[in-house]
DNA sequence: CCCTGATTCGC
DNA sequence: GCGAATCAGG
């Protein structure tokens, strides 16, 4: 289907009444949504509110400081010494009833949960207070995910399970989260379509296809 | 996912 | 010039 004086003045007009271009084309018939924007941009109609902003310079961090960071949330006060235990209770002895059910104990001396359990059963207070375990000398001086903030280069070295796994650690290029080498193998410049490599085939023939 | 218009680029 | 492919926001 080509276009016909006849077509491209149905085109103008409906354009021009705000019909979308998928309205236009479904109307014309014989063309593509595409067919009717590439069309009209050939024209020079005018443009449409395109959902996709025109300018917002990407590079802007300054413009709206307004909600950017938000203040360091008061990470966990340290729990005051009060209510240091809840008493002791002297009983020794697990109550000997009929029915006795065996329940699991996990780190820290809490009871688990049991699958017919009610309601959590009131854990014993444990024999000494809980303090953060140390870091394994692996990443003693390394980049830990705690360390990470907005400066730090979160380029992952190694990976996540490995016990030396932590993070790059350098300045971050301000306004990306990896420091500039990083950013140089994260982002790459895009190639023109014609010079993109396809990419490579699946393992094993790829999704099997009906 | 759906929709939208804008843009690119092989033909 | 055409329009599929792609992009990017809603």
New binding site residues.
Partial sequence: ???TEERIERLKSMWAEG?????IAEKLGG?????V??????LGLE????????GEEHAAPASKPAKAEAAPKPVAEKPQPAAREPAPQPQRQRPQVEGVQYRSVGPGGFIRQGPGDQQAPIPPAPPRRLVPAKPSPEVADKTSLLDLNDRICKWPMGHPGEPDFHFCGEQANPGYPYCVAHCGVAYQA?L???DRRPPPPLPFGGPRVR
């Avoid at 063309?31 to 067919?35: K, W």
């Avoid at 924007?37 to 050939?42: E, F, S």
């Avoid at 443009?47 to 025109?54: G, H, N, Q, Y």
């Fill in positions: 289907m080509s276009w019909a979308t271009a998928s309205e063309v593509s949504r595409n067919a924007i590439g069309k009209a941009h050939r443009a449409r509110p395109s959902p996709v902003k025109p895009q023109p379509r014609r």
